[in-house]
C-alpha cells in the first residue's frame, strides 16, 4: 500500500470531518441567537481547558489569564448573536480572547500584540502553565510531563507573535487559516512565523527537541497541505 493509494480515504475522512464541523458551527450560531438554555454552560466545558491555556502563553500570567478567562465568557454571553457559524467557534473564541489582550495592553500604553512581552519580568510569569483537562490532547500524547513543562517554559522565551502562532497550531491545532483569522495576518505572515517560531525553540528544547521536532513536522505538512 503506498501514500498514493490511501490519500483518497484521508481525503474523504478530511471532508466528512469539515462537513461535520460547518454543522456544529451553524447549531452554536442559531444556539447563541436564541440564547438556548444550557448551550453557553455546554461550551465553558468544551472549551475551558483550551481557552485557558491559550490565555497562560498569550499573558505570561495565571492570574491575569483567570480575569480574561471570566470576561471572555461574558463576551459570548452578550455578543453570541454576532457569531455567525461560517467559522469554528474555537476561531471566534480565540479571537475574542486575543482582542480583550490586546485592549488590556493598550490600558498599560502599549499598542499591539507585538509589545506584550515588554517589560514583563519574571515575577509577573505563572510558575506552571499545567492547564488539567478530561481528555489529552494530541499534543499531550506524544508528550510527558517533564516534556511538556520543557516546551512550555521554551514557548515562554520566544517573542509573544511567533509562541502566539505555535500555540494555536501545536496545542490547539488550529488550521493556518484559522490561526490567520485569529491573528488577522495574511497566511504567508502565519507560516513564516511558524517556520521561524520552530527554528527559534527547538535549540531551547534538550533533549525534548526531537519528540517536539516529530509532532511539528506531522502538523506542519498537514498545514501545508491546507494550505496549497
Known sequence: MTIASVRPF??????????????????????????????????????????????????????????????????????????????RFQTWLFTIARNLVIDQRRKRTMNSLD???????????????????????????????????????ALLELDTLHREVLVLRFHEELSLEEIAKVTRAPLSTVKSRLYRGLAMIKPRLGYAAERFEARCDTRLGAGLGEAM
Open 10 to 87: 484521508f481525503a474523504q475522512a478530511s471532508v466528512a470531518a469539515d462537513e461535520q464541523a460547518r454543522l456544529e458551527s451553524l447549531s452554536v450560531a442559531e444556539g447563541l441567537k436564541r440564547r438556548k438554555a444550557g448551550l453557553l454552560d455546554e461550551l465553558i466545558v468544551r472549551y475551558q481547558h483550551r481557552l485557558l491555556r491559550y490565555l497562560l502563553f498569550l499573558t505570561g500570567n495565571r492570574e491575569t489569564a483567570e480575569d480574561l478567562f471570566q470576561e471572555v465568557w461574558m463576551r459570548v454571553l452578550v455578543r453570541g448573536a454576532q457569531f455567525n457559524g461560517k467559522a
Open 115 to 153: 509589545e506584550l512581552i515588554d517589560g514583563v519580568g519574571d515575577d509577573d510569569r505563572a510558575m506552571t502553565f499545567e492547564v488539567a483537562a478530561d481528555d489529552p490532547t494530541p499534543f499531550e500524547h506524544v508528550s510527558n510531563l517533564e516534556d511538556r513543562e520543557k516546551i512550555a517554559a
